[in-house]
């Protein structure tokens, strides 16, 4: 019995644009922008800006994404906030 040739893979990363889920229209393009994030971390709100945030964004509303890459570069900002805020342990 002879197997397919083709493999299983995941498919090239999805392509953009995306479509929005918002309002419908495939203009999800990623694009990098200021974020004011608001991150609850140790039971208190921390509120600090990512100055170059890649994230994809829609470009009809405006709709941002949250992908886990995008969760990543605010967990990244939020521990550089923490470290410039919080003084440090011996
Ligand atoms: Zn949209």
Known sequence: MKTPATTKQPPPDNP???RCRRCGKQE???ATTQYEAEVRHDGRLH???VPRLEIPVCQSC???VFT???DAQV???LRE???LTEPESP
């Open 16 to 18: 953009f644009p995306w």
């Open 28 to 30: 999800v393009v990623m």
């Open 47 to 49: 509120c600090f800006s």
């Open 62 to 64: 405006g709709e941002k």
């Open 68 to 70: 886990v890459e995008v």
């Open 75 to 77: 967990q990244d900002a």
């Open 81 to 83: 906030h923490l470290k």
